[in-house]
């Protein structure tokens, strides 16, 4: 059965693992020519320290203008997971279906359920083992970006870690179960997509940001903050690696102002003939600022992994329960 299974699935093994092994090469390339602008490390010009010299502001000065296009590139790649698992999982039962095959593979010696669990195994296995492939190749190249910037970017967050093997499993699955429903593997994987992205924006956009309160600082704008303006609030978390969730502006009794309240101060302070700050200042506003700190990330990686792995085992058990019951 492995042996027919590789037989039936070669060409989209060769494909992705070329694909994989294409991207990891150009990363191995780019992030080498990104790590010797830090010959002491990033971590030497993390937060804002220097070694005494222009040595730290002209390598960052660098990486912005000789790499600025990282973090386009790595939003790219977020569909990189979706196209190992759905490419693996859509022919699996769809090829079968398509080709009528069924009726032969299904009646010989090993059973439909064996031969069911070995596709999903083998073909599984290898979609978890691309994914953390690729994820090894991301987490080398961005570990500059890491250290001097949020892991909890999306183009971080979303390709490092745990959550990379979890959207392959999931795409897999999705694709899996498309291809048993609609018996065709090009709409399976439109579907596959579809539930993809859905699902993916949920998490990102609402679920994720919401798996733990966020902690929360408040302190009275000060007189002389020349950074202040209308656009938002500039107070501190005190690390740079923590993920700023929201930020503004809040009057004495700690009430939020919505940023039409903040911009009608703004146009005041100018008619006064006083610096935005000092005005705030006097009224007694606020700053404030939501933020989830660095040392969640794991925790936050751990959680969106189990959710998605989690789905994959629900459509993966219905696709049992569908080649299992129903007669093609």
């Known amino acids: 059965m492995t042996w027919l299974a590789w037989r039936q699935h070669r060409a989209e093994v060769f494909t992705l693992s070329l694909l994989v092994a294409a991207i990891g090469l150009f990363l191995l390339v780019a992030g080498s020519s990104m790590r010797s602008l830090f010959p002491d490390g ?3 010009c993390a937060g804002g320290l220097t070694d005494g010299s222009d040595a730290c502001s002209t390598a960052i000065r660098r990486l912005n203008e000789e790499h600025g296009y990282a973090s386009k590139m790595l939003s790219l790649l977020n569909l990189v997971p979706f196209l190992i698992g759905a490419f693996l999982g859509a022919p699996l039962v769809a090829r079968e279906l398509e080709a009528g095959t069924w009726q032969f593979a299904w009646t010989q010696a090993v059973p439909r359920m064996r031969w069911l669990a070995v596709k999903l195994g083998a073909l599984g296995a290898l979609t978890a083992t691309l ?15 890491d250290v ?7 183009d971080a967050f979303d390709l490092e870690g745990l959550v990379p093997a979890g959207y392959a499993l999931f795409a ?7 291809g048993a429903v609609l ?11 579809g539930a993809y992205l859905a699902v993916r924006v949920v998490v990102a956009g609402w679920l994720r940001p919401n798996v733990q309160a966020p902690r929360s600082i408040m302190e009275r704008v000060a007189a002389d903050d020349a950074t202040l303006d209308a656009g938002g609030s500039r107070i501190s978390t005190g690390d740079r690696a923590d993920w700023i969730i929201a930020s503004g502006y809040a009057d004495p009794s700690g009430r939020h102002l919505s940023v039409y309240e903040a911009v009608e101060m703004d146009v005041a302070a100018r008619a006064a003939g006083v610096d935005f700050s000092a005005y705030m200042h006097e009224r007694g506003i606020q700053q404030w600022v939501l933020y989830h700190p660095a040392d969640r990330f794991w925790m936050f990686q751990l959680i969106e992994a189990a959710i998605f792995v989690g789905l994959a085992a629900a459509l993966l058990a219905l696709v049992v329960w569908r080649i299992k ?4």
């Open 325 to 328: 019951r129903r007669v093609f």
């Open 183 to 193: 018996r065709r593997s090009l709409p399976a994987l439109a579907v596959a997509l």
């Open 172 to 178: 897999f699955a999705a694709a899996t179960a498309a």
């Open 131 to 145: 994914a953390v492939a690729l994820t090894a190749s991301i987490t080398w190249y961005r570990q500059p970006l």
């Open 148 to 154: 001097l910037n949020s892991r909890f970017t999306t």
């Open 42 to 44: 990033a971590a030497a």
